[in-house]
């Protein structure tokens, strides 16, 4: 099993979580973002889209964050990552699709570059950007888990799902780029619980090898 990630992006963060928590040994292959590695010819053919993460596994190159580790799900099911009853999945699911196709993709490398380069937003306007869009989804979120009362220790009770492996990297990026948090207490609780777990801390970007 061979990962193509990036230690700083979020998407990857969440496969090594995923790969963490089921025990699966990996190997660890960087695709640098900044330098535009994910733009060579052996990395564009692998994956056309140019994104990590990247898991080649039986022959096989599969993309895309959540379709990752619901493939290791599938192929190793113990210990879950889902519920077991289809409306308490399509739950969780929701949770983690709210902060993967809602908060993240407005705020991920390629979109900041975009407004930074071809725009001309200056630094500020940039940022500002990038606070508004986590701080909101973020809100959003929190009062989702707030109405629907299904977190215990974690995003939906007292095991670990796919939810808490997309909330965790988000955190991280938006405690990197300042933004507020102190308006979603339940999230930030989720988080320090997550993080009292080897599988969450050993998956951080600072202790990646190709940390910066």
């Not at 060579?40 to 959540?66: D, I, K």
């Not at 705020?107 to 508004?132: C, I, M, P, Q």
Request: net charge neutral.
């Amino acid at each position: 099993m061979k990962l193509y990630n990036a230690w700083r992006s979020s998407a990857s963060f969440r496969v090594r979580i995923a790969l963490n928590l089921k025990g699966l040994p990996f190997e660890y292959v960087p695709v640098h973002l900044v330098k535009g590695e994910q733009f060579a010819e052996a990395f564009s053919a692998l994956n056309p889209s140019q994104l990590v993460p990247v898991l080649e596994h039986e022959g096989h190159a599969l993309t895309q964050s959540l379709a990752i580790i619901e493939y290791l799900e599938e192929k190793y099911p113990q210990p879950p990552l889902l519920p077991h009853d289809p409306l308490e999945r399509a739950y969780v699911r929701s949770v983690a699709l709210a902060i993967a196709c809602e908060i993240h993709p407005l705020n991920n490398l390629r979109v900041l570059r975009y407004l930074v380069k071809t725009l001309g937003a200056s630094e500020d306007a940039k940022n500002a950007w990038y606070r508004h869009w986590v701080e909101q989804g973020l809100a959003q979120l929190e009062a989702r888990l707030v109405a629907e009362r299904r977190t215990g220790r974690y995003a939906f009770g007292d095991a670990v799902t796919i939810a808490d492996v997309c909330i965790v990297p988000q955190i991280f990026n938006a405690q990197r780029f300042d933004c507020r948090l102190d308006h979603v207490p339940t999230i930030m609780r989720i988080f320090d619980a997550c993080m009292k777990l080897p599988a969450f801390v050993d998956a951080q970007p600072a202790r990646q090898p190709d940390a910066e």
